[in-house]
């Protein structure tokens, strides 16, 4: 019996095996870039890291980042946030990571005990059975918890990061709609209502905050959401687009192939002999 690894819509995080590359982009969610295969070159506001196999690099909420993939880098990609953590999210985001990169030559300390549940993250992710859902929940809320206790963290003393921290919450209500509804047909004019702003304000402080329009946003959002879909061979590709909300298929082909580098079906094919799922 095959189970559903993906984590997607109501879920309050998200877990994905990804092997493309991403352009910049910020979203509110603290992600955990963990290289199970290759390396790859993760570019974050405007400092460089080198994350090689085994390695797990922290990137802080509403951090501008991009993800550059050697030919054979594969990640597991794990991303929450205010769904997951509730109030205390808000709280937790007005720090940063001071070293948010890890290696396995970090055998003291923390190392080992983040990479340990990384692992086992990663082996219910690629191994799932009706379990893997609660059991990967389960190694999350532990993780979080190392990560409050142990790892260092530092206020910001600019005041910039409380500052765009502010401004997210201020249009927060457009980011949970959209991943509610990121199937159905949503227009500028439905999101800025949705925000409570008018067309015109609304764009100017959205691409405040993520450097990115409301429509790139949203077909970068779509996109990530067809990435992962394409794990399962029961969907095909004309679906997928449907389910993401392009259900033209030469569009949805053209603005996958703009985010990744790739066609859904290449796409597909690279990642087909590595996961059980297809």
């Not at 877990?15 to 493309?20: E, F, R, S, T």
């Amino acid at each position: 019996m095959e189970y559903q690894k993906l984590l997607l819509g109501d879920e309050p995080y998200c877990i994905a095996y990804v092997k493309a590359s991403y352009p910049q982009h910020c979203h509110n969610e603290i992600e955990l870039i963990y290289c199970v295969r290759g390396h790859l070159k993760v570019i974050v506001e405007d400092a460089e890291y080198f994350v090689e196999e085994g390695s797990v690099l922290f990137v802080d909420s509403l951090s501008m980042h991009q993800l550059i993939f050697e030919e054979d880098a594969a990640i597991l990609d794990i991303e929450f946030g205010a769904q997951f953590l509730g109030s205390f999210f808000h709280e937790f985001s007005k720090s940063i990571f001071s070293m948010p990169l890890l290696t396995p030559q970090d055998t003291v300390g923390y190392g080992p005990l983040v990479m340990k549940l990384l692992q086992k993250i990663y082996h219910e992710y690629m191994n799932p059975d009706q379990a893997s859902v609660w059991a990967m929940r389960g190694y999350l809320n532990e993780l979080f918890a190392l990560m409050i206790r142990e790892m260092p963290r530092a206020i910001s003393q600019s005041g910039l990061r409380q500052h765009k921290l502010d401004k997210y919450l201020r249009i927060q209500r457009v980011f949970d709609f959209v991943k509610s509804h990121y199937g159905q047909p949503i227009s500028l004019s439905m999101a800025a209502q949705h925000a409570g702003y008018d067309p015109n304000a609304f764009c100017r402080l959205f691409k405040g905050i993520t450097n990115m329009s409301f429509h790139q946003y949203l077909n970068f959002y779509r996109i990530n959401i067809a990435m992962h879909l394409l794990e399962y061979k029961d969907y095909t590709i004309g679906e997928i687009g449907q389910q993401v909300g392009i259900p033209v298929a030469k569009t949805f082909g053209r603005v996958f192939k703009m985010y990744t580098g790739m066609s859904p079906r290449e796409y597909r094919r690279r990642i087909y002999d590595e996961i059980g799922a297809c």
